[in-house]
């Protein structure tokens, strides 16, 4: 690996800060099987050998599919991975995303992926608010939170981490259970979370940007061109290492179902970000 320095510490596990994410590997709108399965066999694969320890997931992409091809393309899994997953939502007959956020439902997610992935424990769960599917939004969480310390007392879970929740529901669930990561979606062009960010640093907690890339629809700005240009980088790689170098509690998961895109995704590392680059890369942000 090209980043041996990169790294911190997820629960009690020390993960590469620049990790995978899987959601890409299932078909077209997260539904279904993937176009080309060898390929995304073949990306999981290149991902690992490329030092990858850390690779988030969900049952309910695909759904089951993406788990489905982790368990194929690497199980019996590498000692150090850590493979993250994330409950609360399920998937209708046309691909729909709805809420799957009863006790009930959390538990029944759990087990479903350690079904799929070949797991007797999860190392770290992500609970994903589905107040509001498309985005954070306050209220309270204590019933999630509480099924969740019951799968992890049931020795199910090692480590319970949140998602897509505001700073309140954070402190609310924190007042309740140690929390290992915080996963919402922040890239250079959406900055909503700064504040929240810089709380987990202090406290040593990972956080971990959904969409890093800018999501289905990846950032693209002159800004970042002109200064990929000037580094002689892509645009994305630029977009990664800004995160790289905005704080040492993030650990990156962009998405890709290509190997080639996985590749450069991961030389992101190797591109350095001068102080006058990154004040210019920080006016890219929305207000
Ligand atoms: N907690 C949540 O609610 C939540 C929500 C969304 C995602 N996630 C997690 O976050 C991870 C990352 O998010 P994401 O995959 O949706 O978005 P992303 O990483 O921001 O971007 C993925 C998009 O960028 C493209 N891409 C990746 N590398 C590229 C490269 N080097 N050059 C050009 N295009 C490139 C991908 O297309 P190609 O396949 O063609 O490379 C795909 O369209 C997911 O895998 C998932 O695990 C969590």
């Known amino acids: 690996m090209s980043y041996p320095a990169l ?9 590469a800060r620049l990790g995978y994410g899987a959601m890409q590997l299932a078909g077209p709108g997260v539904f279904g099987p993937p176009k080309d399965e060898a390929r995304a066999l073949q990306v999981l694969r290149d991902a690992v050998a490329a030092g990858v320890n850390h690779i988030d997931t969900s049952d309910f992409y695909g759904p089951h599919i993406t788990n489905q091809l982790i368990k194929q393309a690497l199980y019996p899994y590498a000692e150090d991975l850590v493979i ?7 998937r209708d007959e046309k691909g729909g995303w709805k809420p799957a956020f009863t006790p009930e439902a959390l538990t029944q997610a759990v087990e479903d992926n ?3 992935l070949g797991l007797e424990v999860m190392e770290v769960v992500n609970l994903r608010s589905m107040l509001d599917v498309y985005g954070p939004k306050e209220g309270s969480l204590e019933p999630q939170v509480e099924a969740m310390i019951k799968l992890k007392e049931r020795g199910l879970i090692r480590h319970i981490g949140l998602s897509n929740v505001t700073a309140k529901q954070v402190a609310e669930a924190q007042a309740m259970t140690p929390i290992a990561c915080v996963q919402n979606l922040y890239n250079l062009a959406n900055r909503q979370d700064e504040a929240l960010l810089d709380q987990l640093a202090a406290q040593g907690i ?17 800004q970042l061109s002109d200064v990929a240009k000037e580094l002689s980088a892509t645009p994305l790689q630029v977009a990664l290492a800004w995160l790289l170098q905005r704080s040492p509690n993030i650990l990156l998961i962009p998405g890709t179902s290509s190997p080639e895109h996985l590749k450069q995704n991961l030389a992101s590392a190797d591109v350095k970000l001068t102080p006058e680059i990154v004040q210019r890369l920080n006016s890219i942000a929305q207000p």
Do not use: M
């Open 7 to 15: 790294t911190y510490t997820l629960g009690d596990r020390q993960v």
């Open 84 to 90: 993250v997953s994330k409950v609360g939502a399920r």
């Open 114 to 116: 350690l079904r799929n």
């Open 206 to 222: 990972p956080y971990v940007p959904f969409f890093p890339l800018g999501g289905f629809s990846p950032l693209q700005s002159d």
